[in-house]
């Protein structure tokens, strides 16, 4: 369904709306691709830079925009770790649980985490300022134990550092 308001028109499912200036980047993306399909991650990462997450009805308005069924959207949004399909803090610190950051030290730094935000693996505090998620790997193996927030990687990390990090992030 389109729906015209005064200045702009909107892409509406039930449930979904997107806004005139992510329909128009999902455009704007859509045209560096021969098919359509391979614009739907970019398409999703639109949504959820501008929302914070990807809600449900956004794959049936991305879909609508990009001339594609629906349900491809859906499978990239669930396939890729990276797509929230929930509400997640303003920051996502994802703490790397492979064999060499668990060798490394992981499970210490994990702890601390616990303890100065007050929640487990993927919770969201009550402030909403951070969710923690574990994540396979960062591919910062040889800086274990390494964790990200948002999109900074850090490596040797130490329960002692913990703190330090987490103030960085307001």
Known sequence: MIQTTNSSTLIQTDRFTLSE???SAI???MHHYEDPRAASIEALKIVQKARGWVPDGASE???EVLGIPASDVEGVATFYSQIFRQPVGRHVIRVCDSMT????GHESVLAEMHKQLG???GQT???NRFTLLPVCCLGNCDKAPALMIDDDTFGDVRPDGVAALLEAYP
Request: with cysteine.
């Open 61 to 63: 308005a991305i879909g």
């Open 101 to 104: 950051c668990y060798i490394g």
């Open 125 to 127: 505090t009550a402030d």
């Open 27 to 29: 455009e704007h993306e």
């Open 119 to 121: 929640i487990g693996l």
């Open 21 to 23: 200036t992510e329909r």
